[in-house]
């Protein structure tokens, strides 16, 4: 078993050395605090870019949940970040998914991803879909709820300990907001609201 991890760890060594790595442009007027100095460029085609495409209960490609803020900024994977409240810090994706998922930290740790754009979850659902879409593709998995206050609405399929919340649009029906990660963060944060 320790050859299988030697052969493994070798193998993802040999690829990092062969990532082409380019130096990200200076901080654009706006951007918040910190900006990561390295970005990585997305490799495999096809397969790389169908893996962009798939937002979990995990995370997103190397975003996993409960990653360490300081190792994703020293791998160049974080592009900025602003200050939340009650320990928490939001930061931007580089690479693939800059511009595509938002990434939540609570005490240096990841504890959730988000999109408005064209990430799916594993089943298929995606921002845009209705919640009666949802519905039809998770089944009894899923359910639609609302928040303490009564003024919104979701839709909220669990997996164990962490959820994947299919939140409203603001202007149209349906789907405005995909976000995974813990239901201690996520869920909670939907029907109690921000904690400041």
Known sequence: MNRLWSIVLTGL????AVVPVTVASPAAAGVPATRATADPAPVGGPAAAAAVEVLSVRGAGPYRIGARLDRLAAAGLIDWTAPGCAGMLHAGATGAWAGVILLAFRDGRLVSVGTATVPSSPAGASVGMSFAEL?????????LIRNDAGNAEAYLVRFGS??????GHPIRPGVGYFEAGPASYVERGFRQGPSC
Do not use: C, P
């Open 162 to 167: 962490r959820v994947e919340l299919f939140t």
């Open 13 to 16: 060594l040999a690829l990092t």
């Open 135 to 143: 519905e039809r593709i998770y089944g009894r998995r899923g359910a």
